[in-house]
């Protein structure tokens, strides 16, 4: 989808998208991160371990407010069944892997073997998630399309904001705009929070990935 076509949508969408942009962008960083993982440099474990379990609550927090709120949104309004149990079940499949996935990071700085194992389900993660991330934008812009209005999309957003983690009031949206070009800032919700928040959030990053990544 183009930058006009992404800015002209509803704000929500536009954030949805953006979310989708940045979980593939950091999955990829976090694979490399965790195979270039210097050996007894319990700093950057920690700093790795602690990123990966920022960026597994932002994807189960995503998937739960679908779930939760625009799933049956949409079916209360006649969307396309088949659509909607495709979402679903890519959800499931997509959860066991993320736990799987969480569990070994937490294995971090204590294990050696776990930096290869998080690479390795990292890349698998990121492959399955880019592929969810793609059939669903499909969907919304083709089978959900005709139960979609702004008023679902605010009522999503307020939705995912409200049952949001505290902490992701200073991160989510540095993280949303560190993706988004100029023409699509207006789906970054606290966009001045996400300027505000920007230096702190490269300074995470570095700590996790290193000062090149």
């Known amino acids: ?49 602690d990123y990966v379990d920022r ?25 396309d069944e088949e659509a909607l149990a495709l979402m679903t079940a890519e959800h499931e499949d997509l959860t066991k ?3 799987v996935w969480h569990a070994t990071s937490r294995r971090l700085g204590s294990d050696e ?33 005709p139960a979609l209005d702004k008023g679902v999309w605010k009522g999503f957003a307020t939705h995912m904001r409200k049952t949001a983690p505290g902490w992701t009031l200073r991160f989510m949206p540095a993280w949303l705009l560190s993706v988004a070009t100029p023409a699509e800032r207006g789906g970054v919700p606290g966009a001045p929070i996400g300027r505000l928040f920007s230096g702190w959030l490269e300074k995470n990053r570095r700590a996790a990935f290193g000062d090149t990544y």
Do not use: Y
């Open 55 to 79: 960026i597994s609550q932002l994807i189960e927090h995503h998937h739960e407010g679908e779930d939760d709120f625009l799933w049956p949104k949409l079916r209360e309004r006649g969307a």
């Open 113 to 145: 073997a776990a930096p290869a194992e998080l690479a390795t389900q990292t890349d698998t993660l990121r492959e399955q998630l880019a592929q969810h991330a793609g059939d669903e934008e499909r969907e919304l812009t083709g089978r959900l399309a």
């Open 1 to 49: 989808m183009t930058e006009s076509a992404t800015a002209a949508l509803a704000p929500g969408h536009q954030t949805m998208l953006l979310a989708h942009r940045a979980m593939v962008r950091d999955l990829e960083r976090i694979g490399r991160a965790a195979r270039e993982l210097p050996a007894g440099n319990a700093e950057r474990a920690t700093a790795l371990r």
């Open 97 to 99: 892997v993320l736990h």
